[in-house]
């Protein structure tokens, strides 16, 4: 297991970099609306917020290492989804 300054810093990198990618997404495409590319752009720093969070506070009586793993398979999939949502504003 990872220590938790490097959990930390790998989604922090992951979500600049899905910022990144959305905002690049929008100037290149005029086919999303404001509302949407704000609302995505909102979601990926609330996703990097609340799972910096939960690294910070991990849930008591669980064990830490299949806590962070749980963790990290939860991370992957949101982020996933949030990457399927920058590809779909194409």
């Known amino acids: 297991m990872t220590n938790k300054r490097t959990l930390k810093k790998s989604i922090t990198q992951i979500c600049e970099a899905m910022f990144t990618e959305c905002v690049a997404t929008t100037i290149s495409s005029q086919k999303s609306s404001q509302e949407n590319i704000e609302a995505l752009l909102f979601s990926i720093v609330r996703l990097q917020d609340d799972f910096i969070s939960r690294i910070s506070h991990p849930e008591p009586g ?27 504003m194409y």
């Not at 064990?63 to 939860?74: D, I, N, W």
């Open 62 to 88: 669980m064990p830490a290492k299949q806590y962070f793993k749980v963790l990290r398979e939860k991370f992957a999939a949101e982020a996933s989804e949030l990457i399927d949502q920058i590809n779909n």
